[in-house]
């Protein structure tokens, strides 16, 4: 078959896309002006993005005593405009594209935003519905900054209906084959304090009502969760919890750019401390790090190495007393080759590498190992116990941040395949 024809077939499809825009461009200059643009390097330079760089950036880019040269006209993919107004931030109508939670599948809804007050305030509506029946409703409001080190005063009512979670069992050592699933109504009621004292820094306090109420699962061909394991093995199934919540995070973003990084990092901890409020609700605390440093491979331009490290932790109350759907948890998003929740525990460890390498504009491949282990106590943790999980995946990205996202995973029980939207972490 003819290479040159074998190839403007391709690029028909990725064009679609907008991903062959180069090529065409190549297609309507002269063999010499390509050669000419190309600097004789064997790559063919692009007109307006460079990996990582923006439009305008890019424009700036030309060398002293380069002839000016018109840019090739870049084509934009049919998906671009629709995904360019996915989560917008003004005010008004905003469709929205999210997870509810990890393993609910994509989600899409719609939002609304008011300026209240004479624009001292906003108040925000929002509703989210999964692929898996999952809904999510939210009403919040938050003030406008009020001057003091960046503070904000805002609250929420959140209700959070899951119909398909999943349960193994608790520890290293659950087995698949003991799969069961429940529903689960969550309705969080809760007051929040902001402070942005640094452009790096945000610390955020919480307090207010946190509700569970734990039914049969609805996952198809799998058995609901009171068929397989009794009360003691899972604690919260057969009543309602009901806590009092307060707690603490602080966020330190040091990213060069927030939505496609290559210096820099990203830091998160968290503190929040459950008081039951019925006689079978325990009171406990749980502690949250997740750790995210970026680095650019030295001498390009394309690679970036992406590494992350989260600690989950329960602090106080007994084993048996810790609703389960409360417990750290491993799987889905933390560990990509196992399913969502395969495995929890009173505490747990989990870690990603991720390569990540700009093969195009629109177009980034990335490559993974994700690790994770959950344990009973802080001490029992060992090195040899780990869960790993390899895998590949692709992102579409606009403006240089990732839109899309595939990953196909696979780990010691098979093979997993997670779709979404942006970046992985």
């Excluded at 119909?163 to 689960?184: I, K, N, W």
């Excluded at 409020?277 to 750790?291: A, H, K, L």
Aim: hydrophobic share 35%.
């Amino acid at each position: 078959m003819n290479f040159c024809t074998s190839a403007r077939c391709a690029c028909v499809v990725l064009t679609s896309l907008g991903v062959c825009s180069q090529f065409a461009a190549a297609q309507s200059i002269s063999p010499n002006h390509a050669a000419a643009s190309a600097g004789g390097s064997g790559e063919s330079s692009s007109a307006g993005q460079v990996d990582g760089v923006d439009d305008h950036q890019s424009a700036r880019n030309g060398e002293p005593g380069t002839p000016a040269r018109t840019p090739a006209k870049r084509e934009s993919s049919w998906l671009d405009p629709f995904l360019s107004r996915i989560n917008g931030t003004g005010d008004g109508w905003t469709t929205r594209a999210d997870r509810i939670v990890s393993g609910g599948g994509l989600a899409l809804g719609q939002a609304y935003t008011q300026p209240i007050f004479g624009r001292r305030a906003r108040v925000r509506a929002e509703t989210l519905f999964s692929v898996k029946g999952y809904l999510q409703s939210e009403l919040g409001v938050t003030s406008q900054k009020l001057g003091v080190a960046g503070l904000t005063l805002g609250g929420r009512i959140r209700y959070t209906q899951l119909p398909q979670e999943d349960f193994f069992g608790v520890g290293q050592g659950s087995a698949a084959s003991m799969h069961s699933s429940y529903s689960r109504e969550t309705t969080d009621v809760s007051l929040v304090t902001t402070l942005a004292p640094r452009r790096w820094l945000q610390i955020e306090a919480t307090a207010g009502f946190l509700g569970h109420d734990i039914d049969r699962g609805r996952q198809p061909g799998v058995p609901s969760i009171e068929e397989r394991f009794p009360e003691r093995v899972a604690p919260g199934m057969e009543y309602e919890t009901e806590f009092v919540q307060a707690g603490v995070a602080a966020v330190v973003d040091l990213r060069d750019v927030p939505h496609a990084p290559r210096p820099g990092g990203w830091y998160a901890a968290s503190l929040t401390h459950y008081d039951g409020i019925r006689g079978t609700s325990p009171s406990f605390g749980r502690f949250e790090v997740d750790v995210r440093q970026f680095l650019a491979v030295p001498g390009t331009a394309k690679h970036v190495l992406a590494l992350r490290g989260q600690v989950m932790s329960t602090v106080g109350g007994a084993d048996a007393e810790i609703p389960f759907f409360m417990l750290p948890r491993l799987g889905g998003s933390s560990l990509r080759g196992y399913e969502v929740s395969r495995y929890m525990d009173r505490h747990a460890l989990a870690f990603s590498v991720e390569h990540r390498w700009d093969v195009h504009r629109k177009l980034q491949l990335i490559g993974f190992v994700d690790a994770g282990q959950v344990s009973p106590t802080l001490t029992s943790f060992e090195a040899d116990r780990f869960h790993t999980s390899v895998g590949l995946g692709v992102r579409y990205r606009i403006r240089g941040a990732a839109a899309l996202r595939l990953d196909v995973a696979t780990g010691r029980e098979g093979a997993r395949v997670h779709v979404g939207f942006g970046p992985s972490f």
